[in-house]
Protein backbone atom coordinates (compact mmCIF):
# COMPACT_ATOMS: atom_id res chain seq x y z
CA UNK A 1 0.00 0.00 0.00
CA UNK A 2 1.18 3.68 -0.65
CA UNK A 3 0.89 5.01 3.07
CA UNK A 4 2.43 1.88 4.40
CA UNK A 5 5.64 3.36 1.93
CA UNK A 6 5.31 6.59 2.96
CA UNK A 7 5.38 5.66 6.77
CA UNK A 8 8.77 3.53 5.55
CA UNK A 9 10.35 6.39 4.64
CA UNK A 10 8.77 8.76 6.82
CA UNK A 11 12.56 10.63 7.72
CA UNK A 12 12.69 11.01 4.10
CA UNK A 13 8.88 12.99 4.09
CA UNK A 14 10.95 15.16 6.45
CA UNK A 15 13.58 16.07 3.89
CA UNK A 16 11.18 16.18 1.11
CA UNK A 17 9.20 19.05 2.83
CA UNK A 18 12.50 20.80 3.60
CA UNK A 19 13.06 20.76 -0.36
CA UNK A 20 9.72 21.87 -1.37
CA UNK A 21 9.54 24.82 1.23
CA UNK A 22 13.36 26.14 0.42
CA UNK A 23 12.78 25.63 -3.15
CA UNK A 24 16.13 23.96 -3.99
CA UNK A 25 17.86 20.64 -2.39
CA UNK A 26 21.12 23.51 -1.60
CA UNK A 27 18.54 25.38 0.28
CA UNK A 28 17.45 22.41 2.53
CA UNK A 29 21.03 21.77 3.17
CA UNK A 30 21.60 24.48 6.44
CA UNK A 31 18.30 23.83 7.62
CA UNK A 32 18.79 19.74 7.83
CA UNK A 33 22.52 19.69 8.21
CA UNK A 34 22.55 17.20 5.46
CA UNK A 35 25.31 17.32 2.27
CA UNK A 36 23.54 17.88 -1.31
CA UNK A 37 24.26 14.44 -2.66
CA UNK A 38 22.81 13.12 1.35
CA UNK A 39 19.57 14.88 0.10
CA UNK A 40 19.47 13.91 -3.16
CA UNK A 41 19.64 10.24 -2.67
CA UNK A 42 17.14 10.32 0.09
CA UNK A 43 14.81 11.79 -2.32
CA UNK A 44 15.56 9.46 -4.83
CA UNK A 45 14.69 6.57 -2.46
CA UNK A 46 11.72 8.30 -1.76
CA UNK A 47 10.53 8.45 -5.51
CA UNK A 48 11.78 4.43 -6.25
CA UNK A 49 9.61 3.43 -3.26
CA UNK A 50 6.61 4.68 -4.58
CA UNK A 51 7.94 4.72 -8.49
CA UNK A 52 6.63 8.56 -9.16
CA UNK A 53 8.55 11.34 -9.81
CA UNK A 54 7.86 13.77 -7.16
CA UNK A 55 10.21 16.64 -8.39
CA UNK A 56 11.45 18.26 -11.46
CA UNK A 57 14.86 19.68 -10.96
CA UNK A 58 15.69 23.09 -13.76
CA UNK A 59 18.81 25.84 -13.30
CA UNK A 60 16.18 27.74 -10.62
CA UNK A 61 15.54 25.14 -7.98
CA UNK A 62 12.93 22.24 -7.82
CA UNK A 63 9.18 22.27 -9.11
CA UNK A 64 6.08 19.81 -7.42
CA UNK A 65 4.78 17.39 -10.09
CA UNK A 66 1.27 16.54 -9.20
CA UNK A 67 2.05 13.52 -7.05
CA UNK A 68 4.34 15.66 -5.18
CA UNK A 69 1.91 18.07 -4.41
CA UNK A 70 0.23 15.39 -3.11
CA UNK A 71 2.74 13.52 -1.44
CA UNK A 72 3.29 17.49 -0.19
CA UNK A 73 0.11 17.37 1.37
CA UNK A 74 -0.03 14.22 3.23
CA UNK A 75 3.31 14.69 4.64
CA UNK A 76 1.97 17.51 6.29
CA UNK A 77 -1.14 16.06 7.50
CA UNK A 78 0.93 13.81 9.11
CA UNK A 79 3.18 16.15 10.82
CA UNK A 80 0.17 18.18 12.04
CA UNK A 81 -1.11 14.79 13.50
CA UNK A 82 1.83 14.33 15.39
CA UNK A 83 1.96 17.81 16.67
CA UNK A 84 -1.54 17.31 17.59
CA UNK A 85 -0.83 14.06 19.81
CA UNK A 86 2.08 15.16 21.16
CA UNK A 87 0.27 18.55 22.17
CA UNK A 88 -2.47 15.85 23.67
CA UNK A 89 -0.26 13.80 25.73
CA UNK A 90 2.13 16.63 26.73
CA UNK A 91 1.47 18.44 30.48
CA UNK A 92 -1.41 15.75 30.93
CA UNK A 93 0.21 15.02 34.08
CA UNK A 94 1.32 18.35 35.19
CA UNK A 95 -0.21 21.17 33.30
CA UNK A 96 2.10 23.51 35.24
CA UNK A 97 5.51 22.13 33.31
CA UNK A 98 3.71 22.16 29.80
CA UNK A 99 4.55 24.58 26.59
CA UNK A 100 2.09 26.56 24.84
CA UNK A 101 2.68 27.94 21.60
CA UNK A 102 0.34 31.24 20.90
CA UNK A 103 -0.29 33.58 17.48
CA UNK A 104 -0.19 36.97 18.02
CA UNK A 105 0.55 40.84 16.42
CA UNK A 106 3.69 41.97 16.56
CA UNK A 107 1.84 45.25 18.05
CA UNK A 108 0.16 43.06 20.57
CA UNK A 109 3.42 41.19 21.45
CA UNK A 110 4.94 44.87 22.11
CA UNK A 111 3.01 45.11 25.31
CA UNK A 112 0.72 42.79 25.86
CA UNK A 113 3.04 39.54 26.81
CA UNK A 114 6.50 40.95 28.72
CA UNK A 115 4.70 41.70 31.87
CA UNK A 116 2.53 38.79 32.01
CA UNK A 117 5.43 36.25 31.04
CA UNK A 118 7.86 37.48 33.52
CA UNK A 119 5.11 37.45 36.36
CA UNK A 120 3.43 33.60 34.85
CA UNK A 121 7.48 32.37 34.68
CA UNK A 122 7.69 33.40 38.77
CA UNK A 123 5.23 31.60 39.75
CA UNK A 124 5.69 28.30 37.27
CA UNK A 125 9.28 28.37 36.28
CA UNK A 126 8.70 25.07 33.98
CA UNK A 127 5.84 26.12 32.04
CA UNK A 128 7.30 27.42 29.34
CA UNK A 129 5.44 30.49 26.74
CA UNK A 130 6.46 30.43 22.85
CA UNK A 131 5.41 33.55 21.02
CA UNK A 132 4.57 33.47 16.90
CA UNK A 133 3.97 36.73 15.38
CA UNK A 134 3.09 38.04 12.64
CA UNK A 135 1.59 41.15 11.13
CA UNK A 136 -1.62 39.86 8.72
CA UNK A 137 -1.35 36.11 9.62
CA UNK A 138 -4.91 35.20 11.27
CA UNK A 139 -3.45 32.28 12.99
CA UNK A 140 -6.91 30.13 11.75
CA UNK A 141 -5.18 27.85 9.63
CA UNK A 142 -2.43 27.29 12.50
CA UNK A 143 -4.85 26.58 15.19
CA UNK A 144 -6.78 24.54 13.25
CA UNK A 145 -3.69 22.18 12.35
CA UNK A 146 -2.42 22.68 16.39
CA UNK A 147 0.34 24.19 15.34
CA UNK A 148 -0.30 26.55 17.66
CA UNK A 149 -1.79 26.30 20.96
CA UNK A 150 -4.03 30.20 21.46
CA UNK A 151 -4.43 33.17 19.04
CA UNK A 152 -4.95 35.90 20.59
CA UNK A 153 -6.14 39.33 18.78
CA UNK A 154 -8.11 42.23 18.31
CA UNK A 155 -11.81 41.02 17.99
CA UNK A 156 -12.48 37.13 18.45
CA UNK A 157 -11.60 34.55 15.63
CA UNK A 158 -14.69 33.61 13.80
CA UNK A 159 -15.64 30.40 12.50
CA UNK A 160 -16.98 26.65 13.29
CA UNK A 161 -15.03 24.75 16.08
CA UNK A 162 -13.35 28.11 17.90
CA UNK A 163 -14.65 29.62 20.71
CA UNK A 164 -12.96 33.14 21.83
CA UNK A 165 -12.57 34.46 25.80
CA UNK A 166 -12.29 38.21 26.10
CA UNK A 167 -9.43 39.28 27.88
CA UNK A 168 -9.98 43.40 28.14
CA UNK A 169 -11.33 45.70 26.25
CA UNK A 170 -9.42 48.58 24.04
CA UNK A 171 -9.91 51.52 22.41
CA UNK A 172 -8.48 53.91 19.45
CA UNK A 173 -7.31 57.20 19.66
CA UNK A 174 -5.14 59.88 17.45
CA UNK A 175 -1.45 60.43 18.70
CA UNK A 176 1.18 62.57 17.54
CA UNK A 177 5.40 62.92 17.98
CA UNK A 178 5.86 65.42 21.17
CA UNK A 179 8.67 66.93 18.94
CA UNK A 180 5.56 67.63 16.28
CA UNK A 181 6.89 70.40 14.16
CA UNK A 182 4.84 70.38 10.78
CA UNK A 183 1.18 71.66 10.49
CA UNK A 184 -1.73 69.46 10.91
CA UNK A 185 -2.87 70.51 7.84
CA UNK A 186 0.14 70.12 6.07
CA UNK A 187 0.71 66.51 7.47
CA UNK A 188 -0.01 62.81 7.11
CA UNK A 189 -2.26 60.47 8.98
CA UNK A 190 -1.03 56.87 9.60
CA UNK A 191 -3.49 54.12 10.09
CA UNK A 192 -3.36 50.45 10.03
CA UNK A 193 -6.56 50.03 7.05
CA UNK A 194 -7.05 46.18 8.04
CA UNK A 195 -7.75 47.22 11.76
CA UNK A 196 -11.75 47.19 12.91
CA UNK A 197 -13.60 47.46 16.06
CA UNK A 198 -16.03 44.78 17.45
CA UNK A 199 -18.47 46.12 14.99
CA UNK A 200 -16.14 45.27 11.73
CA UNK A 201 -15.91 48.65 11.56
CA UNK A 202 -12.75 49.84 9.41
CA UNK A 203 -10.47 52.44 11.19
CA UNK A 204 -11.12 54.49 8.05
CA UNK A 205 -14.74 54.39 8.41
CA UNK A 206 -14.38 55.13 12.31
CA UNK A 207 -12.41 58.95 11.26
CA UNK A 208 -14.97 60.16 9.84
CA UNK A 209 -16.00 63.25 11.24
CA UNK A 210 -12.84 63.23 13.50
CA UNK A 211 -9.85 64.07 10.93
CA UNK A 212 -10.42 66.36 8.03
CA UNK A 213 -10.85 64.94 4.99
CA UNK A 214 -7.90 66.57 2.96
CA UNK A 215 -5.60 64.96 5.86
CA UNK A 216 -7.73 61.95 5.17
CA UNK A 217 -6.60 61.48 1.59
CA UNK A 218 -2.93 61.49 2.71
CA UNK A 219 -2.60 58.21 4.45
CA UNK A 220 -0.08 56.19 5.24
CA UNK A 221 -0.74 52.91 4.98
CA UNK A 222 1.16 50.60 7.36
CA UNK A 223 0.60 46.42 8.26
CA UNK A 224 0.90 46.93 12.41
CA UNK A 225 0.08 49.25 14.96
CA UNK A 226 3.74 48.97 15.95
CA UNK A 227 5.03 50.28 12.94
CA UNK A 228 2.48 52.96 12.86
CA UNK A 229 3.58 54.64 16.40
CA UNK A 230 7.09 54.13 15.52
CA UNK A 231 6.30 56.33 12.60
CA UNK A 232 4.05 58.31 15.15
CA UNK A 233 7.14 59.05 17.19
CA UNK A 234 9.35 59.82 14.42
CA UNK A 235 7.11 62.88 13.49
CA UNK A 236 5.84 61.26 10.27
CA UNK A 237 2.34 62.28 11.08
CA UNK A 238 -0.32 61.94 13.33
CA UNK A 239 -1.80 58.72 13.40
CA UNK A 240 -4.13 56.40 15.20
CA UNK A 241 -2.97 53.60 17.92
CA UNK A 242 -4.86 51.13 20.79
CA UNK A 243 -5.12 53.25 23.54
CA UNK A 244 -2.79 50.22 25.36
CA UNK A 245 -0.30 50.82 22.91
CA UNK A 246 0.19 53.90 23.43
CA UNK A 247 0.43 54.15 26.71
CA UNK A 248 3.73 52.35 26.15
CA UNK A 249 4.88 55.23 23.71
CA UNK A 250 3.33 57.95 26.32
CA UNK A 251 5.84 56.71 29.25
CA UNK A 252 8.54 56.96 26.97
CA UNK A 253 7.76 60.22 26.08
CA UNK A 254 8.15 59.79 22.74
CA UNK A 255 4.11 60.76 21.43
CA UNK A 256 1.07 62.61 23.05
CA UNK A 257 -2.71 62.26 22.66
CA UNK A 258 -3.89 65.08 19.55
CA UNK A 259 -6.93 66.50 19.67
CA UNK A 260 -8.72 67.96 16.52
CA UNK A 261 -11.36 70.27 18.42
CA UNK A 262 -13.07 70.48 21.60
CA UNK A 263 -16.00 68.74 19.79
CA UNK A 264 -14.07 65.87 18.65
CA UNK A 265 -14.02 62.23 20.86
CA UNK A 266 -10.64 61.43 22.13
CA UNK A 267 -11.21 57.74 22.07
CA UNK A 268 -13.22 55.77 19.74
CA UNK A 269 -13.49 52.39 18.23
CA UNK A 270 -14.02 49.61 20.86
CA UNK A 271 -12.48 46.51 20.15
CA UNK A 272 -11.64 42.84 22.42
CA UNK A 273 -8.40 41.48 22.77
CA UNK A 274 -9.39 37.75 23.08
CA UNK A 275 -7.75 34.33 23.51
CA UNK A 276 -9.14 32.00 20.66
CA UNK A 277 -8.76 27.87 21.20
CA UNK A 278 -10.32 25.13 19.11
CA UNK A 279 -13.37 23.92 21.13
CA UNK A 280 -12.08 20.23 21.24
CA UNK A 281 -8.86 21.43 22.96
CA UNK A 282 -11.06 23.35 25.87
CA UNK A 283 -10.69 20.34 28.36
CA UNK A 284 -6.70 19.68 27.92
CA UNK A 285 -5.04 20.10 31.05
CA UNK A 286 -2.45 22.79 29.93
CA UNK A 287 -5.13 24.66 28.00
CA UNK A 288 -7.52 25.16 30.87
CA UNK A 289 -4.51 26.24 32.83
CA UNK A 290 -2.92 28.40 30.69
CA UNK A 291 -6.35 30.03 30.06
CA UNK A 292 -7.33 30.86 33.31
CA UNK A 293 -3.83 32.55 34.27
CA UNK A 294 -4.37 34.89 31.56
CA UNK A 295 -7.95 35.73 32.07
CA UNK A 296 -6.78 36.41 35.77
CA UNK A 297 -3.77 38.48 34.73
CA UNK A 298 -6.33 41.03 32.59
CA UNK A 299 -9.09 41.35 34.90
Request: proline content about 4%; overall charge positive; glycine content about 6%.
Amino acid sequence: MLSKRLLEHSEKLVIFEAVCRHGSIHGATNELKLTQPAITRSLQTLEKSLNLPLLTRGRHGVELTWAGELILKFSKSLNALSIQTMHEFEGLNDPKSATVTVGTFDSLAEYLWPKFIVEHRKLFPLFKINLRTSNGDRFQNRLRCSEIDFVVDAVPEEGEGVTSFKLYDDQFGLFHSVHRKAMVSDGFIVIVPSATDNRKTPLADLLKGKVDPQIMSRQIEVDSFATAAQFIAEDVGIGVLPLRLAAQYQKSKLITEFKFSKSSPLHFGLHSICATVLDRRLTEPKIKFFLSKLKAFHK
